[in-house]
């Protein structure tokens, strides 16, 4: 039960920051948010506040914001349906009501449609029920009503494809955006909280009988120099002991205010096929606290993990992973399972790599993911005019898919991994 808690709390909170981004810049540009959405699938809940209804659906797989104006958005009237219209009294439309075949509301018109423009010119125009042309204005708020439910209109400057080139990009890269800041959030809690490690050289504990104890290594012995190079900091140290396996060095520590001098040979250790070196020191970062220091830390993990993630996606790219290293939301989920077991501080971690790896998967240009919306953006910017709609849409409709067979090859995979 806890780890489904905390599996449905960081989902959670990963899609609803990304999902924010893309909400708050559409908003600043104007455009109309039909829907704000965390999960996909069947509604389970649903309220509506103002012209944005907010929804949790049933699957864990993703989010979405559903903007005025793309696919499957638009209500058109056609010439020869039948409509109730409620006016004002300025005689301008503020409800256009379909399937309404009798006169229960006392103030509706009906007219059979000729022509009509819900997007531009905001009109309606047709036939009353003495046979004769009318028309009239339409409101820019008016609500179109089927069968009960009711649907905001959308002006044509209210709509995504009405904003300009950097409008859309900005609406469609904050939602990645927002991971990278959540990120840095969740880290700087972290430094808030817990503490910012000095990363000091300070060794905590000596292992019996390996190279560094042999040596007369103490545990409170701080590392200053290996081999005539300077260590400031632990993983300085860690990187030239790995490098040196089966060698000889010298290594100066401190010790009561005292340099002395250390002679060992490094331990040699095979793994995966990579030698590498070992002394047998253990290390536990001493912490301070210091609000300043806090951030500056959020954005240094932040640009580590962001690095460490492109490393390992080149590895992908350069075969030296394969798809079966990947894992999809059953391995998350167990994954953060085990991560649980360490406490909140390793959950919070967790999180923040969970949302850093979301945002860089999500800018990668790619069909249907943001990475690829910003592609098609960038080559309307250097054409001067968009790709044609429907030939865009058959692209991102191929990379949802292709993604899905992925997602599919990938729960496989974690399945049979944790599971036989």
């Not at 996909?40 to 797989?61: N, S």
């Not at 005025?68 to 039948?82: I, K, S, V």
């Not at 790896?357 to 990475?371: S, V």
């Amino acid at each position: 039960m806890q780890t489904a808690i905390a599996f449905i709390l960081i989902f959670g909170l990963l899609v609803f920051f990304h999902e924010f981004g893309h909400f708050l810049f559409a908003k600043r540009a104007g455009i109309m948010v039909r829907e704000f959405a965390i999960g996909m699938g069947p509604k389970i809940y649903g309220k509506t506040h103002g012209e944005t209804i907010y929804t949790i659906r049933l699957l864990p797989i993703g989010g979405y914001v559903r903007m005025a104006g793309e696919d499957m958005d638009g209500t058109e009237l056609q010439p020869g349906y039948r409509v109730g219209l409620i006016v004002d009294e300025d005689n301008v439309v503020k409800k256009i009501i379909f399937n309404q075949n009798n006169k229960q509301l006392p103030d509706l018109l009906f007219l059979e449609v000729e022509r009509a423009d819900l997007e531009k010119e905001l009109f309606v125009e047709g036939y009353d029920e003495e046979e004769k042309l009318v028309r009239y204005n339409v409101a820019r708020d008016c609500m179109l009503v089927e069968n009960g439910k009711e649907t905001l209109i959308a002006p044509y400057d209210r709509q995504f494809n009405a904003k300009t080139v950097g409008q859309r990009a900005m609406t469609i890269f904050a939602g990645p955006l927002f991971n990278f800041i959540l990120a840095f959030v969740i880290y700087l809690l972290i430094g808030l909280i817990n503490g910012v490690p000095t990363y000091e050289p300070i060794i905590t504990e000596v292992v019996e009988n390996d190279p560094a104890a042999q040596a007369g290594m103490l545990a409170g012995d701080k590392v200053v120099d290996i081999g005539g190079q300077a260590v400031e900091k632990w993983q300085d140290l860690a990187a030239i002991v790995q490098d040196h396996p089966g060698e000889n060095i010298n290594v100066t520590v401190e010790r009561d205010g005292q340099r002395v001098n250390l002679n060992m040979k490094v331990k040699e250790v095979e793994q995966n096929g990579e030698k590498y070196g070992q002394i047998g020191v253990k290390y536990e970062s001493p912490r301070e606290f210091n609000p300043l220091k806090a951030v500056v830390y959020g954005a240094q993990e932040t640009y580590t993990m962001t690095a460490r993630i492109f490393e390992l996606l080149g590895m992908l790219i350069t075969g030296k992973f394969t798809i079966d290293a990947l894992s999809g939301p059953v391995g998350i989920y167990k994954a953060t399972e085990q991560v649980a077991q360490y406490g909140f501080i390793n959950l919070m971690n967790w999180a923040a790599m969970l949302s850093i790896n979301l945002g860089i998967m999500n800018l990668l240009p790619l069909p249907a993911l943001d990475g690829g919306r910003l592609l098609f953006f960038g080559f309307e910017a250097v054409r001067g005019k968009p790709i044609d709609r429907q030939k865009e849409g058959l692209v991102h409709f191929v990379g949802i898919v292709l993604l899905m067979i992925l997602m599919v090859v990938v729960t496989w995979n974690d399945i049979q991994r944790f599971f036989f």
